[in-house]
Each structure stands twice: as C-alpha cells, then as structure tokens.
C-alpha cells in the first residue's frame, strides 16, 4: 500500500501562484494610493512653494518661527523676525507661507480690474 493520506503530492503550478501574485499587485495598489502617490503630490507642492518665495512674504519655519522674508539665497533665506533681529534659514526650513506680499505691478493689476468692473456696474446701471 501507498502512503497514508491518500494519492500523490499535490501539484504546484501556475495555478497555484496566480492568486499570490494578484495579492501582491493588490498590496501594491493599496500602497501606491495611500502612501505613495499623496507623498509624491506633497513633495511637488512644497517645492512649487519654495521656488515662488518672494521678499517681503510672511513665513513659518519648521521650529515655529514666524518672519519675513528679507532676502533670499541659493539656499537660503534671511528672516527678519523683529526690528532688529534677523536669522538665516536653509530655505527647506520653511514650512508654510502665511501671507504673500503682492508686487507692486501685482496690485496695479488688481486695481485696474477692480475700476474695470466698477465702471461695467455703473454702465449696466444706467441702461
């Protein structure tokens, strides 16, 4: 007689490893999604924020120190952070721009367009 339990050794083909693989491509996904890709989008953000850092914008550090932009460097920022006290920065070190300072052809932009749509109000008005 054979081996107790019954007939041969069971056979390990390629139909066996097709749910492992589809397992692991579905770990992968989970993981692209949840971590990957959200990272990926964060870090993108955060270097589009530091390369439009602009004098006179009002920044957070990653320590809590709050200033303005003095002047930039390469690398670097100068925040001034009282009336006379002025720290340097690795520019990574900024983690939030709290308020940006508006060029002055910024604002005459605004100016303009805010005149523009006061004068189409009023000729809408009078008709």
């Given at each position: 007689m054979g081996?107790?339990?019954g007939g041969g050794?069971?056979?390990?083909?390629?139909?066996?490893?097709?749910?492992?693989?589809?397992?692991?491509?579905?770990?992968?996904l989970i993981f692209y999604f949840l971590i990957i890709r959200p990272q990926n989008k964060k870090q993108k953000e955060t270097k589009a924020m530091l390369a439009s850092l602009g004098k006179g914008d009002r920044v957070v550090t990653i320590g809590g120190i709050r200033g303005v932009i003095q002047s930039l460097k390469e690398d670097a920022v100068v925040l001034k952070v009282d009336n006379n006290t002025s720290l340097e920065f690795s520019k990574t070190a900024i983690s939030n721009v709290l308020e940006k300072k508006a060029s002055s052809k910024k604002k005459k932009f605004e100016e303009k367009a805010i005149e523009a749509e006061a004068d189409d109000e009023t000729e809408s008005d009078d008709e």
């Open positions: 081996a107790p339990g050794a069971p056979q390990g083909g390629p139909a066996s490893i097709l749910p492992t693989l589809i397992t692991f491509g579905l770990v992968f």
